[in-house]
């Protein structure tokens, strides 16, 4: 063995000098896509808007950051997320009279949500998280109404 190969065995996990250590700083996957991908638009409007929010609960907010991640496709339509008054958030969808409203405060959370005629199809109110399954649902078909009236409805938020 010679003495260059003998070298690696003994220190076979050298450390990198300090100055190759760079800090990276990670973003929401909403702005990383993976190769092909395009980014969720919904989910980096929705972001964008609870980073510019203050004097909200970290709870609250998490707690929206998570079923926005989980419910909001690229093609879902954009919500208008605003404080509550009292540190909690409140998520809308509104076309015509079509509507969708996520609540969270202290206390509860609470999901309605309403048809294209206005007619109220869930008004769910619940002391734990809502069901993030049940909120895509509501969504993908809340969108899929918004496309068929007004096929060009991003048009409104460029």
């Known amino acids: 063995m010679t003495l260059l190969a ?16 760079t800090q990276t700083r990670v973003e929401p996957s909403a702005y990383r896509p993976s190769w092909g991908a395009r980014p969720n638009r919904a989910l980096a409007r929705a972001t964008a808007q609870l980073r510019a929010l203050s004097g909200i609960r970290p709870t609250a907010t998490l707690e929206m950051h998570r079923l926005l991640r989980t419910s909001l496709q ?7 997320i605003s404080p509550d008054g009292d540190g909690g958030l409140i998520a809308q ?7 969708i409203t996520i609540e969270l405060s202290a206390e509860d959370a609470s999901f309605t949500c309403a048809d294209i005629d206005g007619r109220l199809i869930a008004n769910i ?13 509501a969504l993908a078909r809340f969108t899929h109404a918004l496309v068929k009236a007004n096929p060009n409805w991003r048009q409104n938020f460029a």
């Not at 690229?74 to 208008?80: E, K």
């Not at 969808?93 to 509507?99: C, D, E, F, V």
Request: glycine content about 4%.
């Open 6 to 21: 003998e070298r690696a065995y003994a220190r076979p996990f050298q450390k990198a000098p300090r100055s190759h250590l």
């Open 93 to 99: 969808w509104r076309a015509g009279r079509s509507y």
């Open 74 to 80: 690229d093609d879902t339509a954009y919500a208008t």
């Open 125 to 137: 109110v619940t002391p734990g998280q809502l069901d993030a399954d049940q909120v895509r649902y």
